[in-house]
C-alpha cells in the first residue's frame, strides 16, 4: 500500500507562513493572517507532518519539521501574550528567541548538506535570513527588509521542493529536480 510523503504538507505549511511572514515584514500587511496560519498551518499541519516522518524513519524530517512548526505556535504564543498584555516580550526577548532558532538551523543547515541540493538551498537561505534577523533585532534594524526578501526566496525554495515530490510522484518519474547531495 502506498503511502503519501507528508513533507508536501510540511514544507507547504512552512513555506507559506514564511512567505505571510515576510508580507507582513515588508508592511505590505497585517499580523492577523500570518498570526492564523502561523499557528494552523505553520505550527500544526507541520508538526503533524514531522510526526508523520518519525513514523517513516526520517530523522531530518522529524525534526525539522516539529521544531519549525513549535517555532511558528511559539511565535503566535510571543504575539497573543504581547496583545493581550500578559507578558510583554522585549524586541530583545524576541531577538534572543530568533537567536536559539538561528543555532538550531544552523545545525540543520550542516545536514541538509547530506540530503539534496534543493533542501541545502532551502536552509543556506533560512540560515541566512535568521541571522540578519538577529542583527535586526540587535542594532540594525533596517535588515529587516533585505531578511524579509531572503526569507521569500526560502519560502519558494521549500514550494519547489514541495513541487518537486508531488509532481514527480504523479509523473512517475522526476520531472523537477532537486539536485544530488552536496556531501555524501
Not at 502506498?2 to 499580523?31: D, E
Not at 500578559?86 to 534572543?96: L, Q, R
Request: proline letters at 2%; charged letters at 5%; a positive charge.
Amino acid at each position: 500500500m502506498k503511502i503519501g510523503n507528508p513533507a508536501v504538507v510540511g514544507l507547504a505549511g512552512f513555506g507559506l507562513t514564511t512567505l505571510l511572514l515576510q508580507f507582513h515584514n515588508l508592511g505590505w500587511m497585517g499580523l492577523g493572517p500570518v498570526l492564523s496560519m502561523g499557528i494552523i498551518f505553520g505550527g500544526l499541519a507541520q508538526m503533524i507532518a514531522g510526526f508523520q516522518e518519525q513514523k517513516m524513519g526520517n530523522n531530518f524530517g522529524y525534526s525539522a519539521f516539529v521544531g519549525y512548526g513549535s517555532f511558528w505556535i511559539g511565535l503566535g504564543i510571543i504575539w497573543f501574550l504581547n496583545h493581550f498584555s500578559v507578558y510583554k516580550a522585549s524586541h530583545t526577548d524576541v531577538g534572543f528567541f530568533l537567536v536559539a532558532w538561528t543555532l538550531y538551523t544552523a545545525i540543520l543547515f550542516v545536514a541538509s548538506l547530506r540530503v539534496h541540493t534543493a533542501m541545502t538551498f532551502t536552509f543556506a537561505t533560512l540560515l541566512i535570513g535568521f541571522v540578519l534577523l538577529d542583527l535586526a533585532h540587535f542594532g540594525f534594524p533596517q535588515l529587516t527588509k533585505f531578511a524579509a526578501w531572503d526569507l521569500i526566496i526560502c519560502a519558494g525554495g521549500a514550494w519547489y521542493m514541495m513541487a518537486a515530490i508531488i509532481i514527480n510522484d504523479l509523473a512517475g518519474k522526476t520531472v523537477i529536480s532537486v539536485g544530488k547531495r552536496l556531501i555524501q
